[in-house]
């Protein structure tokens, strides 16, 4: 399973951003896909995820209502379009398959900068 990030960059309060997330080599369909972030000096946090089956979407509570997932499983993409963000979202974001990251067997690319800032 192999994930790439990309579409970051340096965005106003109240800005917006939509990240992609690239699949090469298998399937979205049959994994649940999930957004993470990991801002300095913390460590990485959860932010959203996909299901494989239903396509069912998950939030955390810090991004709902702000941040939408979605994907394309025709072009092998999952997306995350983040809307009124914060100085507070600043991080570099990852995607990743949610079970492996359970598993604490996930490796992880090198992710994506988003830094919102005035």
């Known amino acids: 399973v192999q994930l790439q990030a990309f579409g970051g960059g340096l965005v106003q309060p109240g800005g917006s951003l939509r990240l992609s997330c690239a699949a090469s080599?298998?399937?979205?369909?049959?994994?649940?896909i999930g957004w993470f972030r990991q801002a300095p000096g913390k460590e990485r946090d959860w932010v959203s995820c996909?299901?494989?089956?239903?396509?069912?979407?998950y939030y955390a509570d810090s991004v709902k209502g702000r941040f939408t997932i979605s994907k394309d499983s025709t072009k092998r993409t999952v997306y995350l379009q983040m809307n009124n963000l914060k100085p507070e979202d600043t991080a570099v974001y990852y995607c990743n398959d949610v079970k492996t990251v359970a598993m604490r067997t996930a490796t992880w690319g090198k992710g994506t900068q988003v830094t919102v800032s005035s």
């Open positions: 996909i299901s494989s089956s239903n396509s069912r979407t």
């Open positions: 080599g298998f399937t979205l369909d049959y994994y649940t």
